[in-house]
Structures are given as C-alpha cells and as structure tokens.
C-alpha cells in the first residue's frame, strides 16, 4: 500500500517512489505530519518540541492523521492514526510501526 501525503488532489496516487513523501521509521515513537491538512481531528498544543530532529522542533498540535492508501489492486483505505503530533517545520512525515501497532486491535495481524 502507499500513501502519498501533501499533493493537491483528494484521493490518493499510485505508489511512486521519487513522490512518496512519507518515511516509515522504526525508531519513531509517534507519527508526525507536517501537514495540517492531514489531520480529521486536532488539538493545539503549545510549549512541546519534538526532539530526535535538528535542535528539536516545536509541536504545533496533537490529532488524529487520516492518510489514504492505495492496495495493489487499486482500492482506496483510509489509514487513521491516532494520537499524531503535527509539526509543521518536520521536514518530513514519519509513519512509526509502534505507534500504529499500538492502535490496532487484530491479533495476528502483521503488526
């Protein structure tokens, strides 16, 4: 599946890696979006830096990302992700394994 974060249009892309704009990291204990457009739902957040990246970057806000994805087979799923921090000088979006293996509630699911 892809997620194609930050373009124009409101569906999701097919997968292109010179366009996917989105890191999986293993080492990321939250998501992060540096999109407020991504988020269904958001709760400002003042005081709080997200540290890890360059000197630490301000938290502008905490929600819920809703990020489309697109199956091989061309079906679109909305992926939503709670509890994400929106940093809006992130250079990047951070999809963290952990965090979404937390939310889930299927056993055996692959996460």
């Given at each position: 599946m892809a997620y194609i974060s930050?373009?124009?249009t409101s569906h999701p892309v097919p997968f292109s890696v010179d366009a996917m704009p989105i890191y999986i990291d293993s080492g990321a204990?939250?998501?992060v979006s540096n999109n407020e457009c991504d988020f269904v739902?958001?709760?400002p957040v003042k005081d709080k830096n997200l540290s890890g990246i360059a000197m630490g970057l301000p938290i502008a806000g905490i929600g819920t990302i809703k990020?489309?994805?697109?199956?091989d087979s061309g079906t679109e799923v909305?992926?939503?992700i709670r509890n994400a921090l929106y940093v809006p000088h992130c250079p990047m979006n951070l999809l963290s394994p952990q965090h979404?293996?937390?939310q889930t509630?299927?056993?055996n699911d692959g996460f």
């Open positions: 930050g373009t124009t204990s939250l998501s739902a958001l709760k990020w489309p994805l697109l199956t909305d992926l939503y979404l293996a937390q509630k299927h056993v």
